[in-house]
């Protein structure tokens, strides 16, 4: 089995537009950019691929991971 972390962002990505937090003003420091969470599932037995978590950054995600297209989704 493959685990593919896709984005490890929160809900908004990261750093957030106009948030000032710690954690977004560090990310912006250091040139940081997470996207939001999602996860990519691939059994290589099978070939068949689960994708927890669609996100709004859905195509950057896949193009960026060269993961392929999943079989089934899961929303949490």
């Known amino acids: ?18 948030c000032d937090c710690d954690t977004c003003a560090a990310a912006r420091e250091r040139g940081v950019s997470r996207s939001r969470f999602s996860v990519h599932v691939r059994n290589e037995r099978t070939g068949d691929s689960l ?3 669609f ?9 960026d991971n060269d993961v392929p297209l999943p079989d089934a989704g899961l929303v949490t």
């Open 1 to 18: 089995m493959r685990v593919t972390l896709l984005g490890t962002g929160d809900t908004t990505g990261t750093p957030t537009a106009g």
């Open 51 to 53: 994708l927890v978590d």
């Open 55 to 63: 996100s709004p950054d859905f195509r950057s995600q896949f193009l």
